[in-house]
Every structure is written in C-alpha cells, then in structure tokens.
C-alpha cells in the first residue's frame, strides 16, 4: 500500500542552525507534498508544500525540495528559532486524494 | 482566516456508547475528511466525503463508523459502539476543490474511551 518515510524521528537543534527533515514516499503517482506543523494539543498546520512540477519551493526560512525520480522530499529550515520547536509532518498525495503522512519528527530548538 | 471548526475538544465516554463528533468546514469548500491520531503516532486516514457521499474510506473506518452532512454545514463523525482503541485525536479537514490542493485542519476533539 501507499506509504511514507520520514526521518529523522527526533532532531534537536541550537537556535541559528539549519534542521533538515527527510520523507520518501512510494506511490509514483503522488504529485502533492505538504509540510505540517503540529504543536502540542493542536491540528496540523500547512507551512509548505509543493507540487510536482516543481524541485524547489521557498518561502523566508523555510524550503523544500522534491527528487521525483528518487520519490523522495526534505524541509529545510535555517535561522531555526525556539518557536520552530515543534512535531513536523511530511505528506504525499495524489491529485483530489487523500493524505498520507510520514511518522512525524520531534524538531527541539535550544537557545 | 477562515477556519475548521471542531467541537467538542475533548470528549469521555463508556466503552459501547455511542459518539458524534462534529465538525464546521470552511463554508466554500468542497470536499471534507475526517483523519485520526492516536498518541505519539502519525495522523491516519478514516474517509473522505464529496457531493454528500462517501468517496474513500480506510480500512479503520469500519461499519462502526459513520459521518454525515446534515444541514449543507456541519459534517459529523459518529462512532456507534466505541471502543478502548477508539480512544484519539479526530481531526476533521476540508479542501476547497479542483483549484487548491491545501488542507485545512481543525483543532481536532480528543476521544477518550474509559
């Protein structure tokens, strides 16, 4: 069945660092990847996505970049701020349909 | 910014008894989904409703499960006989159609089963 991958499960960062998190995906089909963001207690927030006739989205500090052919895409955040820390979720899908996320990653941001 | 109203946000109830949780979508969208999330894991799939039907559901989303769009603006999930596994985060979603492919998430509702 359709699944995503995503690393790392945890990532602790000093505030200024870049933090990149990974997701591989593998319905070849999927052309929609969302980023979300989830603070504690809260729903998922879209923070960026990407579609696939794209390899790259930026917007301030945050980017992220899609390897069609490898089926896999990252999110890149630099300047990290303590406000970042929060659980981060990959996702993919196809057209009109719906998500299917990664496992989440747990981003600290230490000052 | 428009916004996926859920309510209520937190909800206990008895092993068998029967819940409806319930959510407002933003009003011009199209298409609503119901997702699950059980503590410290991924957010799952349950069923997705177009054109007052269902369009997909997962295999989670068994003959316990029901959802509805009653009056062309509130969207309900209801779970008839819950059980202990039952116990999670429902967030309800919807989508604006054709033209966006953006989600947009509720705070979600905590169900506890006890």
């Known amino acids: 069945g359709e699944n995503v991958e995503q690393h790392p499960s945890t990532l602790s960062v000093q505030e200024g660092d870049s933090a990149v998190i990974k997701c591989t995906y593998s319905d070849s089909a999927s052309n929609y990847f969302p980023w979300y963001k989830q603070e504690l207690g809260k729903g998922p927030q879209l923070i960026i996505d990407i579609r696939s006739n794209v390899g790259e989205k930026k917007d301030q500090r945050i980017a992220v970049t899609l390897n069609k052919t490898a089926k896999h895409f990252s999110l890149h955040i630099t300047e990290t701020q303590p406000e970042d820390s929060a659980v981060y979720f990959c996702a993919a899908s196809r057209v009109l349909d719906k998500l299917i996320f990664g496992t989440g990653t747990r981003l600290q941001v230490f000052p | 910014e428009p916004e996926v109203t859920q309510t209520p946000s937190h909800q206990v109830t008895q092993m068998g008894q029967e819940v409806i949780l319930r959510c407002v979508p933003i009003?011009?969208?199209?298409?609503f989904y119901w997702y699950r999330q059980i503590l410290g894991q991924k957010v799952e799939f349950l069923v997705s409703f177009y054109n007052n039907e269902i369009s997909e559901k997962s295999e989670i989303f068994d003959d316990q499960f029901s959802v509805e769009r009653p009056d062309g603006s509130n969207f309900t999930l209801k779970i008839r006989s819950t059980k202990l596994e039952d116990s999670a985060m429902y967030f309800c979603a919807s989508r604006a159609g054709l033209s966006n492919y953006g989600y947009t998430f509720g705070s979600g509702t905590r169900l506890t089963v006890v």
């Open positions: 009003s011009n969208h199209l298409y």
